[in-house]
């Protein structure tokens, strides 16, 4: 957990430098644990342990102060999002995962920290749109600890990856 804090800290120092020239910064993560028991359903809730684990990614992003917080919509991802809107104030936009860094999300989100909450496909290649490149893969289904940050400005984009487990 302290390496988690450094490497935040660390961040934020950076965004701090290049504050003057509009920083955006995204931090994307994947929804927490669903309920599999009906392999027929497209938008299952969260387990207990998803519901806790969602509360504690609202802890460890506690430092940050989003300005929004976006999630595909379904109710796993919703879920997951809620703790850390809740606790910044903000309600919770919606995006399509298919149109995900389109020219409107551009817009809506420039100079702002952004949480987004998608899937194990989605949550990668969002990444990968926001970079111009191909850098990161799918997450396996067993995978809920990835937080992505990605910087970008005018001049550069770059990206972290973390793995956060608790």
């Known amino acids: ?15 701090g430098v290049s504050a003057q020239s ?3 910064t995204y931090y ?11 392999k027929g359903d497209r938008d299952p809730d969260l387990t207990k342990k998803g519901y806790l684990r ?3 990614w609202a802890e460890v992003l506690s430092d940050v102060k989003f300005d ?19 606790a910044n104030n903000i309600g919770i936009n919606f995006y399509d995962p298919k149109k995900s860094y389109d020219k409107a999300f551009q817009k809506a989100t ?3 920290t952004v949480l987004i909450v998608g899937h194990s496909n989605s949550t990668p290649s969002f990444v990968n749109k926001i970079l111009g490149e191909s850098k990161y893969v799918e997450i396996d289904e067993s995978n809920y600890t990835n937080l ?19």
Request: proline share 1%; glycine share 2%; hydrophobic share 40%.
């Open 68 to 86: 929004m917080v976006y999630s595909s919509n379904y109710k796993r991802t919703i879920e997951t999002a809620k703790p850390t809107a809740k």
């Open 148 to 166: 992505y940050i990605v910087n970008v400005n005018k001049d550069s984009k770059n990206s972290t990856l973390l793995h956060v487990d608790f």
């Open 1 to 15: 957990m302290k390496k988690i804090i450094l490497v935040l800290v660390f961040i934020f120092s950076i965004q």
């Open 22 to 24: 509009e920083t955006t």
């Open 54 to 56: 969602a509360q504690k």
């Open 28 to 38: 994307l993560i994947r929804h927490t644990d669903k309920v599999l028991k009906n």
């Open 110 to 112: 420039k100079g702002k």
